[in-house]
């Protein structure tokens, strides 16, 4: 998959930061990752604070890169699931050290402690 990058040298960094770095990408990845294929409600459940249009058009901006796809389920009645293509689930330790880089760095709100942001 050939994406752009800005400057004259190719920078895979800023290459990646362009496929991932939308506010809901990284959690809609790390959502699927640890849930497997997911209906849109239960997504967006499990997507706290993004509206069903953000999430609608994230899923679709994810869909376009191939990192996400849509099946729709023939059952009765039918239902929509979406899931990581392989190059999606790739990304699991990206996923993974930003989620550990966060639990070492980061904080709730109502918590203190020193040196955390």
Request: charged share 30%; aromatic share 8%.
């Given at each position: 998959m050939a994406v752009w990058c800005a400057g004259e040298d190719w920078c895979p960094v800023t290459s990646t930061a362009t496929l991932i770095c939308r506010k809901?990408?990284?959690v809609i990845v790390?959502?699927?990752l640890h849930n497997g294929p997911t209906g849109f409600s239960k997504l967006e459940d499990?997507?706290?604070g993004v509206s069903s249009k953000v999430?609608?058009?994230s899923l679709e901006?994810?869909?376009e890169k191939g990192l996400v796809e849509r099946t729709v389920i023939n059952d009765q009645p039918f239902r929509v699931e979406y899931s990581l293509t392989e190059?999606?689930?790739d990304l699991e330790p990206i996923i993974s050290?930003?989620?550990q880089?966060?639990?070492a760095n980061l904080q709730a709100p109502n918590e203190s402690a020193e040196g955390r942001f």
């Open positions: 809901w990408h990284p790390h959502r699927l499990h997507v706290d999430l609608s058009d901006d994810l869909q190059r999606g689930a050290a930003m989620e880089w966060g639990k």
